[in-house]
């Protein structure tokens, strides 16, 4: 049974530039849920959805960052234009009750 | 604001030395405590989900209590393979069931044979 599936599994871009991140949550959750993990701050929440509509994003940084999800299989994390600071693990969990499962995260590299 | 502290940051055992993890929490209510682990370079783990308190869940080695304050995760006669950074989280009763959590920032436990 495949857990929640993210891709790419490590990103190392320019500042400036646009990065995608996505992820495929377990089929039949219908809440998806974007964290970012850093030493300093932990693991904090983004954004989630619920039967894919976003349901509270207020933990997304600034405008530089959107994420959408088209359908109940797929979900996609966007930062433009990234910046060093957005360097981090970027993980993405689902749940069809309390609790979530997540994948095995995105590691992303802003130079 | 919900919170989480997490005490002690590190925690360094022997093999077989039983200890506890500490979770302090402050919510609003408390709709559930999550307990999870996490392996270097992977992603949280799902442990435990303790709803009341004076609740009680065990899996192996752990065991997680609940009181209305805090949480603890007993880790007994450890094993270099339960060596692991454990997160706590609360998810707060104004919420829905399938909500966000708040994490608190780990612990990690190392064991050594």
């Given at each position: 049974d495949a857990g929640v599936i993210q891709s790419p599994r490590h990103e190392v871009t320019e500042m400036g530039q646009e990065v995608t991140l996505r992820c495929k949550p377990i089929s039949g959750h219908n809440s998806l849920f974007w964290y970012r993990q850093t030493m300093m701050r932990g693991l904090e929440l983004l954004i989630y959805f619920n039967n894919n509509v976003p349901i509270d994003d207020s933990g997304m940084p600034e405008d530089r960052f959107s994420a959408k999800m088209p359908n109940a299989s797929f979900s996609t994390l966007k930062i433009q234009p990234s910046e060093p600071r957005d360097s981090a693990v970027y993980f993405c969990a689902s749940s069809a009750l309390a609790e979530q499962y997540f994948g095995p995260g995105t590691r992303l590299t802003v130079t | 604001e919900d919170q989480v502290t997490q005490s002690p940051e590190a925690l360094r055992l022997q093999e077989g030395e039983s200890s506890s993890l500490n979770c302090s929490y402050t919510v609003s209510g408390l709709r559930g405590l999550f307990w999870y682990r996490q392996d270097p370079g992977k992603g949280p783990e799902f442990l435990f989900t303790l709803y009341s308190a004076g609740e009680e869940k065990e899996k192996e080695r752990l065991k997680a209590t609940l009181t209305k304050k805090e949480s603890f995760l007993h880790i007994t006669?450890?094993?270099?393979?339960?060596s692991a950074t454990y997160l706590c989280a609360v998810q707060p009763l104004t919420s829905g069931a399938n909500s966000k959590l708040t994490f608190g920032k780990g612990i990690t436990l190392s064991v050594r044979p």
């Open positions: - | 006669a450890p094993k270099p393979e339960d």
